[in-house]
């Protein structure tokens, strides 16, 4: 009975929609199932680079995201003076939606931006740099990616410093007493300590990351493209419901193989000391 409104919410807002976009990609015209919606998929000519961006994004943006968060949780964690206004400053981004973080950032990095301003000011530049140009990928996912990481690494953070909560004090004094310096902490006692938790945030910031879709637009427009872009297009430009289904089952499939991925290279056993 108390796992009961879980169960209800995991059917209704996961399993089902779920089931119904496997039911849109592989649906004929004449009711019956097809794989022509995943061939017009991949054979979209921007199907491959929203591939690749996709997974470029992951790749930069995940490890930069896990070693911030972990210095910010590190910090909250320590109860310094002033500890708690870091906590507060820190998830001031959690309250901010994608489309509204996005905005912030493409006036930061616009060519009249707060950026370019300031640069211009202190002299560092003679004349606005460009960053948000199609002629300039490297630097529109560099927006992205900063944007992202600004918004997103809160939710890491939080997830983070619960885990650290977590791990038993008696253990961070008896490194203490051997004179453990804070990288040995971390590397020997936090981190295999953290292993549930870091599995979890990676599994979570994941999924969420192969979703990424606002912020891009908002930073970038169609100077750059993601598989979460691409599904949107498919549906709302061309009107074809059936394709997008293809790009949330690919976007779902990722998301599956990276979890288990992570259930495999992070999982604990409960014989498993600190390693």
Known sequence: MLLLPSILFLLVFFAYPMVEAFGLALRAGDGGLTLDHFRTMIRDVA????????????VVLIPIQFVVAMVMALVVQAKLKGAG?????YAIPLGISELAAGIVWFGIFTERGYLNSLLTTLGALERP?????????????????????????????????????????????????????LWDKVRRVILPMMRPTLQVALILRTMLAFQVFAVALAVAGRGITLLAAEAYRWYNAYRNP????????????????????YLRTLGTRPEEGLG
């Open 85 to 89: 206004l870091f906590l507060y400053i």
């Open 129 to 181: 740099f460009i960053f948000l140009s199609y002629q300039r990928l490297e630097w529109l996912l560099f927006a992205v990616v900063v944007a992202e990481v600004w918004r997103a690494t809160s939710i890491v953070m939080v997830i983070l410093v619960a885990g650290l909560q977590s791990i038993p004090p008696e253990y961070l004094e008896a490194a203490d007493v051997f004179g453990a310096t």
């Open 242 to 261: 059936n394709v997008a289904a293809s790009f949330a089952v690919l976007i779902m499939t990722l998301s599956i193989l990276s979890t288990v991925l």
């Open 47 to 58: 199907f491959a680079p929203a591939l690749r961006t996709t997974l470029i994004l992951i």
